[in-house]
């Protein structure tokens, strides 16, 4: 199979360094090579959103790199995922581009299929037969008598995969950690009021900007004196607002996240308990700060709009041609199709909070909250979840000018 993975420009270099240095391990146990093919440099402009809703555009140049090379398979068994044991909830990482993945393996115990015997295991891997699509769990000691590989064989592909997927997300550092959850997740929140919110994936393609994990952890485990300056500056802002904050989001996680996505089911597994022992999950700690945030910004616009949409009324008459009247995006997503197409749903807002509706077979172009004058006629007068709608029709768009 092949992945492909777009970097940044300016590390390429060592995108390679560290690619060669995991596919030389594992063709040294037996796995068949691993091709990474360089794509041309691309310049890209893209608009993005700051955390605090401000946009810019920058120009950025990357390259994709092609990474070619079968996940494990041994006979009729191919790898899928590595099982990482918890208490509270297991740790899974699939290997990419593996679809399939049963979610039973999320909460799985310590059971090999091979010697039928459950104990106490630091992980397992997970095996398709590629005949049945029979998925099972084997100890990583009992690989070589299962499949006749060399665990280590597996572990070493494994890394590389993972190095795929995470390139750019990697924090370094010891593995054996043991940092407050609180804690890390107070100091997520005063580094977004500090500097905004940044994820790892926006810094991948902007060496301008930093990921808000890379300032907590220059506090928790830098070195240098601008480590060290960095560090008090951030403890002199702390608040006991931040640690409130924290608290928020650690029982929103732990209580109200839902979805069915391994982000997510991960997130719970490390929120499960008061301490982080993993460095390497210290990003996935931190992006609560942001999911929480994003959820709760949600949360107050369907407030509002559930406010504005209970004194919404009908507008015009049946048959009328309005013209020229400024509404706002509420939403709008496709609800169906036919032989004709599909069938976007658009909803809008006048300055009354009144709401219309429209039904087009293509989009409107707008994002939500922007503002537009739409000339249509009224359709009909209808009712949806006791919020009265006006349902437009041969509607005309126009740019709000100054």
Same mark, same amino acid.
């Given at each position: 199979?092949?992945?492909?993975?777009?970097?940044?420009?300016?590390?390429?270099?060592?995108?390679?360094?560290?690619?060669?240095?995991?596919?030389?391990?594992?063709?040294?146990?037996?796995?068949?090579?691993?091709?990474?093919?360089?794509?041309?440099?691309?310049?890209?402009?893209?608009?993005?959103?700051?955390?605090?809703?401000?946009?810019?555009?920058?120009?950025?140049?990357?390259?994709?790199?092609?990474?070619?090379?079968?996940?494990?398979?041994?006979?009729?068994?191919?790898?899928?995922?590595?099982?990482?044991?918890?208490?509270?909830?297991?740790?899974?990482?699939?290997?990419?581009?593996?679809?399939?993945?049963?979610?039973?393996?999320?909460?799985?115990?310590?059971?090999?299929?091979?010697?039928?015997?459950?104990?106490?295991?630091?992980?397992?891997?997970?095996?398709?037969?590629?005949?049945?699509?029979?998925?099972?769990?084997?100890?990583?000691?009992?690989? +070589?008598?299962? &499949?006749? /590989?060399?665990?280590? @064989?597996?572990? %070493? $592909?494994?890394?590389?995969? =993972?190095?795929?997927?995470?390139?750019?997300?990697?924090?370094?550092?010891?593995?054996?950690?043991?940092?407050?959850?609180?804690?890390?997740?107070?100091?997520?929140?005063?580094?977004?009021?500090?500097?905004?919110?940044?994820?790892?994936?926006?810094?991948?393609?902007?060496?301008?900007?930093?990921?808000?994990?890379?300032?907590?952890?220059?506090?928790?485990?830098?070195?240098?004196?601008?480590?060290?300056?960095?560090?008090?500056?951030?403890?002199?802002?702390?608040?006991?607002?931040?640690?409130?904050?924290?608290?928020?989001?650690?029982?929103?996680?732990?209580?109200?996240?839902?979805?069915?996505?391994?982000?997510?089911?991960?997130?719970?597994?490390?929120?499960?308990?008061?301490?982080?022992?993993?460095?390497? +999950?210290?990003? &996935?700690? /931190?992006?609560?700060? @942001?999911?929480? %945030? $994003?959820?709760?910004?949600? =949360?107050?616009?369907?407030?509002?709009?559930?406010?504005?949409?209970?004194?919404?009324?009908?507008?015009?008459?049946?048959?009328?041609?309005?013209?020229?009247?400024?509404?706002?995006?509420?939403?709008?997503?496709?609800?169906?199709?036919?032989?004709?197409?599909?069938?976007?749903?658009?909803?809008?807002?006048?300055?009354?909070?009144?709401?219309?509706?429209?039904?087009?077979?293509?989009?409107?172009?707008?994002?939500?909250?922007?503002?537009?004058?739409?000339?249509?006629?009224?359709?009909?007068?209808?009712?949806?979840?006791?919020?009265?709608?006006?349902?437009?029709?041969?509607?005309?768009?126009?740019?709000?000018?100054?």
């Amino acid at each position: 199979m092949t992945n492909t993975v777009r970097i940044l420009a300016a590390r390429l270099p060592e995108a390679r360094k560290e690619l060669e240095k995991l596919a030389r391990k594992a063709r040294r146990y037996g796995c068949p090579d691993i091709i990474v093919t360089e794509g041309e440099r691309v310049s890209v402009k893209e608009t993005t959103e700051d955390w605090d809703g401000h946009r810019r555009t920058v120009t950025r140049e990357y390259v994709e790199l092609a990474i070619t090379g079968d996940a494990p398979t041994v006979g009729n068994y191919a790898f899928m995922a590595r099982v990482e044991l918890h208490p509270g909830g297991n740790l899974v990482d699939t290997v990419p581009g593996v679809e399939g993945l049963d979610t039973r393996f999320r909460h799985t115990d310590g059971f090999c299929a091979h010697c039928q015997t459950t104990r106490a295991r630091k992980d397992v891997f997970v095996v398709r037969n590629t005949d049945t699509g029979e998925q099972l769990q084997v100890g990583r000691n009992c690989l +070589r008598d299962f &499949l006749g /590989v060399d665990p280590l @064989a597996v572990a %070493h $592909r494994f890394a590389f995969w =993972a190095a795929v997927r995470d390139f750019a997300e990697s924090e370094g550092g010891r593995r054996d950690w043991g940092q407050s959850l609180t804690g890390v997740v107070a100091l997520a929140a005063v580094c977004v009021r500090l500097y905004g919110w940044c994820s790892k994936g926006q810094a991948q393609y902007d060496e301008d900007v930093t990921p808000t994990a890379a300032y907590v952890w220059r506090v928790l485990e830098g070195t240098s004196r601008e480590d060290r300056e960095l560090a008090r500056k951030v403890c002199d802002a702390m608040t006991d607002a931040d640690y409130a904050t924290a608290d928020e989001t650690i029982k929103w996680v732990r209580e109200e996240l839902s979805g069915d996505s391994d982000y997510t089911h991960n997130l719970k597994v490390i929120f499960n308990g008061n301490t982080i022992t993993d460095a390497r +999950r210290l990003g &996935l700690a /931190v992006s609560a700060i @942001a999911a929480y %945030h $994003r959820a709760q910004e949600k =949360a107050l616009r369907l407030s509002k709009d559930r406010e504005a949409a209970a004194k919404s009324q009908h507008v015009g008459q049946i048959g009328e041609r309005l013209r020229d009247l400024r509404v706002t995006l509420q939403f709008q997503r496709t609800i169906g199709s036919n032989e004709w197409g599909e069938s976007v749903l658009i909803k809008f807002a006048d300055a009354s909070g009144d709401i219309l509706t429209w039904i087009t077979s293509k989009g409107s172009g707008l994002e939500v909250g922007e503002e537009v004058l739409l000339t249509g006629t009224v359709k009909a007068h209808g009712e949806y979840n006791g919020t009265l709608e006006t349902k437009m029709t041969r509607c005309v768009l126009k740019e709000v000018t100054p």
